[in-house]
């Protein structure tokens, strides 16, 4: 059963930004980013993931780079602090993934796939915000929330589907009340992270388009980006494809700009 | 990815981009074998969730058809598609479109025979003439009244007029067909449907095994609606002679409607009436004659010369039938269940008012029959989750019901299953008002459960 009560629980369980990374933010936001990178280097754990996050191949870095520093300044202020919570967020998910088969690697190239498309979105789109830019990150939450309220009823869901052509956020949503998107908003406003990058999410989810114009394009490249990403082969067999339904009327109208950024055939 | 199964229509819904890169990773080899032994009417693809494919992204799914059409004659195709795509499609399989195409699943559904919806009123159009007779045929005798376009021009002007059609069809391609002999049921009486030539290929399109357990279930009245039988010859005739003699050692009924004898020997019917099959000219002279129908043991399921009884066996594996039904009412209805009572006895229901049921069977290592009893509170709450808003029809919460029940069913077998019990279910059935469920159980013995969620009581039965 999935109750209020438990989506509750979830929440309160989700500890504060660690103070280093607030800081590391706060720096950032400054443009301060040698000052930024000496603090980020603190938290091992944080240096290790950044490490790792960049020298990706969907980054393309011909050269491997190993110093926060280093990578500070080849990515500049909006997507290091993107990379920052990308990192945050990754702190939520789970030690071992049960309803979808994903692990910490494909959980993390999963991040840095839809973070390097995003930005080649936003290079077309023309924005440099940094708030924008950050609203990616929100992003995979999603799926973190699914994994923790839907582990415990795998067999149910699987019945359920098996039955009806029924996606986790409505499932979520016709039980609760709250959907995936309106979760992840709480854990963004728990973070302080950005209301915008917030209302970028929420339109992102497809079905709850936003009022104001700008964050509605947006959240139709968003929500594109994802369904284009969760086609990858490896987001399939993660069981990831059908987790929420895809709104194809609700992009339809970016389709043809999203292929040539994507440089579909 | 595995198929949704609806009255006999298995559905496939990938999302986003469909390429050769992916196209392998949505149908795994355990799918294309579950799909396989699904035993659905007809197996679709739905692309109306599809954004960008392209002919490599289909070929895994056309593999996957050729498979199961070639297992089970079922009808198999692509759906819910635009103009665009359906260009594509075209394209794509200009001189081997094998499959069907059909424009939405409401389309779909009316060329099933298990659809039970009949007399639409249908516009249709085609540019291909022979595909515009074949559809003409297959609804009408489906039961609908097609109404064909002869031109572009025409078919845009009616088109105009929606309410004057309940249905329209156009940019729908009718590839082979399945045979299959469809199966619905009707109250109490099985019904399926057999057409064209019947021969000796009716040994493989027809399930014995779901026919054997549906006697021992408890129907007893099975009707071939042969309406569509050109003729048979001698290897359908032996077929249909031992399928009577099985039957009548349930005490089961066999007939025949509509059947002529036009290109069929008189001979096999008197052969047929010797082995105890009947004969009618309409449907209706059956199942709206309530004498006939209790004649016939439609009504009378519990009449079996031998009484089956509840077995140790079933009776120890009660939790996982428990668990599986509390776990998923729970789920449905987000309430937590208490059990109040449980007992070994002859099923017994205090207030009838406002209640409706459920049942469906299991057969294989053991073999019987859940019985489920809801207030229509229950059962409107639990099949909200699954219809997604509040409603008072009938029709649809009984429908609904019927999914919701598949579900206890199928984890009914996944519980079973690990405790390393194979077992099958059958067709879920409903019934609208509590007597009619009685007549099916009340001399049977089995264990009954009483329930409630929140406070709202709820009976199981399990009984063979």
């Known amino acids: 059963m999935i109750t209020k009560a438990k989506i509750d629980n979830f929440i309160d369980k989700i500890p504060p930004s660690p103070k280093i990374l607030k800081v590391t933010l706060m720096l950032l936001d400054n443009g301060e980013l040698v000052k930024a990178a000496q603090i980020a280097q603190q938290d091992l754990a944080l240096s290790a993931y950044l490490k790792l996050l960049v020298n990706k191949p969907i980054y393309g870095f011909k050269n491997k780079v190993e110093d926060v520093s280093q990578i500070f300044g080849i990515l500049g202020v909006s997507r290091s602090q993107q990379a920052v919570y990308n990192y945050m967020i990754s702190l939520l998910s789970p030690d071992k993934w049960q309803l979808f088969k994903l692990n910490k690697n494909s959980f993390e190239n999963l991040q840095a796939?839809?973070?390097?498309?995003?930005?080649?979105?936003?290079?077309?789109?023309?924005?440099?915000?940094?708030?924008?830019?950050?609203?990616?990150?929100?992003?995979?939450?999603?799926?973190?929330?699914?994994?923790?309220?839907?582990?415990?009823?795998?067999?149910?869901?699987?019945?359920?589907?098996?039955?009806?052509?029924?996606?986790?956020?409505?499932?979520?949503?016709?039980?609760?009340?709250?959907?995936?998107?309106?979760?992840?908003a709480l854990i963004a406003k728990k973070w302080d992270i950005n209301e915008e990058s917030s209302a970028i999410l929420q339109a992102a989810a497809g079905n709850k388009p936003s009022k104001d114009i700008s964050i509605n394009i947006l959240g139709q490249w968003m929500h594109l980006l994802l369904f284009y990403t969760l086609s990858q082969t490896q987001y399939i067999e993660a069981e990831l494809n059908d987790f929420i339904d895809f709104q194809i009327e609700y992009v339809q109208d970016i389709y043809d700009d999203f292929s040539t950024v994507m440089e579909i055939a | 990815m595995r198929a949704v199964v609806r009255?006999?229509?298995?559905?496939?819904?990938?999302?986003?981009?469909?390429?050769?890169?992916?196209?392998?990773?949505?149908?795994?080899?355990?799918?294309?074998?579950?799909?396989?032994?699904?035993?659905?009417?007809?197996?679709?693809?739905?692309?109306?969730?599809?954004?960008?494919?392209?002919?490599?992204?289909?070929?895994?799914?056309?593999?996957?058809?050729?498979?199961?059409?070639?297992?089970?004659?079922?009808?198999?195709g692509f759906c819910d598609?635009?103009?665009?795509?359906?260009?594509?499609?075209?394209?794509?399989?200009?001189?081997?479109?094998?499959?069907?195409?059909?424009?939405?699943?409401?389309?779909?559904?009316?060329?099933?025979?298990?659809?039970?919806?009949?007399?639409?009123?249908?516009?249709?159009?085609?540019?291909?003439?022979?595909?515009?007779?074949?559809?003409?045929?297959?609804?009408?005798?489906?039961?609908?009244?097609?109404?064909?376009?002869?031109?572009?021009?025409?078919?845009?002007?009616?088109?105009?007029?929606?309410?004057?059609?309940?249905?329209?069809?156009?940019?729908?391609?009718?590839?082979?067909?399945?045979?299959?002999?469809?199966?619905?049921?009707?109250?109490?009486?099985?019904?399926?449907?057999?057409?064209?030539?019947?021969?000796?290929?009716?040994?493989?399109?027809?399930?014995?095994?779901?026919?054997?357990?549906?006697?021992?279930?408890?129907?007893?009245?099975?009707?071939?609606?042969?309406?569509?039988?050109?003729?048979?010859?001698?290897?359908?005739l032996n077929f249909f002679s031992k399928l009577s003699s099985s039957a009548a050692e349930y005490n089961a009924t066999i007939c025949f409607v509509g059947l002529t004898f036009e290109k069929t020997p008189i001979t096999f019917k008197e052969t047929l009436e010797d082995s105890g099959i009947m004969f009618f000219q309409q449907m209706d002279d059956i199942l709206k004659n309530k004498e006939l129908l209790d004649e016939l043991g439609?009504?009378?399921?519990?009449?079996?010369?031998?009484?089956?009884?509840?077995?140790?066996?079933?009776?120890t594996e009660l939790p996982n039938f428990i668990d599986a039904t509390v776990g998923t009412i729970e789920m449905m209805t987000n309430a937590k269940a208490v059990k109040e009572a449980a007992q070994v006895n002859k099923i017994k229901i205090g207030d009838k008012k406002d209640k409706i049921a459920s049942s469906i069977g299991f057969y294989g290592d053991i073999d019987g029959m859940i019985i489920l009893v809801f207030p229509h509170d229950i059962a409107k709450k639990a099949c909200e989750l699954l219809i997604g808003e509040k409603t008072d029809d009938t029709e649809m919460i009984l429908d609904t019901l019927a999914e919701l029940v598949n579900i206890v069913g199928g984890k009914v077998k996944t519980l079973l299953f690990e405790a390393n019990i194979k077992v099958d279910i059958t067709?879920?059935?409903?019934?609208?008002?509590?007597?009619?469920?009685?007549?099916?159980?009340?001399?049977?013995?089995?264990?009954?459960?009483?329930?409630?969620?929140?406070?709202?009581?709820?009976?199981f039965f399990l009984t063979r």
């Not at chain 1, 830019?133 to 869901?157: G, R, W």
């Not at chain 2, 699904?38 to 996957?64: C, E, P, Q």
């Not at chain 2, 009244?145 to 929606?162: D, G, H, M, V, Y």
């Open chain 2, 81 to 236: 598609y635009d103009t665009k795509k359906y260009d594509a499609i075209n394209k794509f399989y200009k001189n081997e479109l094998n499959f069907c195409l059909f424009r939405t699943q409401e389309i779909a559904s009316l060329f099933a025979a298990s659809f039970k919806n009949k007399n639409k009123n249908i516009l249709l159009y085609s540019d291909d003439k022979s595909q515009t007779a074949a559809m003409a045929i297959e609804l009408h005798d489906n039961g609908h009244n097609p109404l064909i376009a002869q031109t572009l021009e025409e078919f845009n002007t009616k088109s105009k007029a929606k309410e004057a059609y309940d249905i329209i069809i156009n940019e729908t391609y009718l590839g082979q067909m399945g045979q299959k002999v469809a199966t619905r049921v009707t109250g109490n009486a099985i019904i399926y449907t057999v057409s064209s030539f019947l021969d000796a290929e009716i040994g493989n399109t027809f399930n014995i095994a779901y026919h054997n357990n549906s006697l021992n279930v408890g129907f007893r009245l099975f009707i071939f609606d042969a309406y569509k039988v050109v003729s048979m010859n001698v290897h359908a």
């Open chain 2, 298 to 315: 439609a009504s009378s399921a519990a009449s079996v010369k031998s009484k089956r009884v509840i077995t140790k066996g079933i009776v």
């Open chain 1, 113 to 184: 796939d839809l973070s390097a498309n995003w930005q080649k979105i936003l290079s077309h789109l023309n924005i440099a915000d940094k708030d924008i830019t950050n609203a990616i990150t929100l992003l995979p939450a999603s799926i973190i929330v699914s994994e923790a309220l839907f582990c415990d009823e795998l067999e149910n869901v699987n019945l359920l589907r098996s039955v009806n052509e029924i996606d986790l956020n409505t499932i979520l949503k016709r039980l609760s009340g709250l959907d995936l998107f309106d979760i992840c």
């Open chain 2, 427 to 459: 067709l879920p059935r409903t019934y609208q008002d509590l007597d009619s469920l009685l007549e099916v159980v009340q001399d049977k013995k089995g264990v009954q459960v009483d329930l409630a969620f929140d406070n709202d009581k709820f009976l």
């Open chain 2, 7 to 76: 009255n006999g229509v298995g559905v496939f819904t990938p999302q986003g981009f469909l390429d050769g890169n992916n196209s392998a990773s949505f149908l795994s080899i355990e799918d294309i074998q579950a799909t396989t032994k699904l035993n659905a009417d007809m197996i679709l693809v739905s692309l109306k969730k599809v954004i960008f494919f392209n002919r490599n992204g289909l070929d895994a799914f056309v593999k996957m058809f050729i498979k199961v059409r070639l297992a089970h004659h079922t009808t198999v």
